[in-house]
């Protein structure tokens, strides 16, 4: 007699690969900006135009949440290793292509960086926690506001009702919270000096 069976089946990764004990020894700066990264790297995808992707919407406002908790911790405690565990993963997350899923669209803000670290000596998250804050008061309108006032809330706990000055608190936090990492508010006045005297010698 023919049997049939249902089973299921897995595949289990080699997680031993991801070893947080590996970044003890990583400089708090990098620790600050590998953070600030991460956080873009989820943001890109977060503030997509479609706002329909649910799951991967809660999936990226939780990642935002675990960096923004252990940041600093991991720098102030190195071999922390809940702090750096829940980093390592919150990167891997942030990086596999699984928040993308229903959300799709160019990428705005790491471009932009691209092009002035391979002009400048600027570390690539150092750079991201200049331009990200300055770019979303740049896109911030009465279309963006919903979406902005969501992060705000969900994951900054912003309680203001109001879309508009939800999402400019919002923007306000991640501004302080790139501050609490020591990382800059603005570039350099050498940068502004090196981009002027490259746009002069290119009139001669």
Not at 15 to 42: C, N, W
Not at 51 to 68: F, H, N, Q, R
Not at 91 to 104: D, Q, Y
Not at 163 to 186: D, T, Y
Request: aromatic content about 12%; proline content about 4%.
């Amino acid at each position: 007699m023919d049997v049939c069976v249902g089973t299921g089946f897995g595949y289990s990764c080699k997680r031993d690969k991801y070893d947080p004990t590996y970044l003890y020894t990583l400089p708090s700066k990098q620790t600050a900006a590998g953070a600030v990264d991460i956080l873009s790297h989820v943001m890109e995808q977060y503030f997509q135009p479609n706002d329909e992707a649910y799951i991967t919407d809660v999936l990226s406002e939780a990642v935002m949440k675990a960096v923004i908790k252990y940041a600093r911790k991991a720098m102030d405690e190195p071999e922390n290793y809940e702090a750096r565990s829940n980093l390592m993963w919150s990167s891997t997350v942030a990086l596999n292509h699984l928040l993308t899923v229903g959300k799709g669209g160019a990428w705005s803000v790491h471009p932009i960086e691209h092009v002035i670290s391979a002009y400048y000596d600027i570390t690539h998250g150092v750079g991201l926690a200049v331009l990200t804050p300055a770019w979303m008061s740049y896109v911030l309108s009465d279309m963006t506001a919903p979406r902005f006032a969501r992060f705000a809330r969900e994951v900054f706990g912003v309680e203001e009702a109001d879309n508009r000055k939800a999402a400019e608190l919002g923007i306000q936090k991640v501004r302080a919270f790139n501050q609490s990492l020591e990382m800059p508010q603005l570039f350099l006045r050498r940068a502004y000096r090196r981009i002027y005297l490259m746009k002069w010698h290119q009139k001669q």
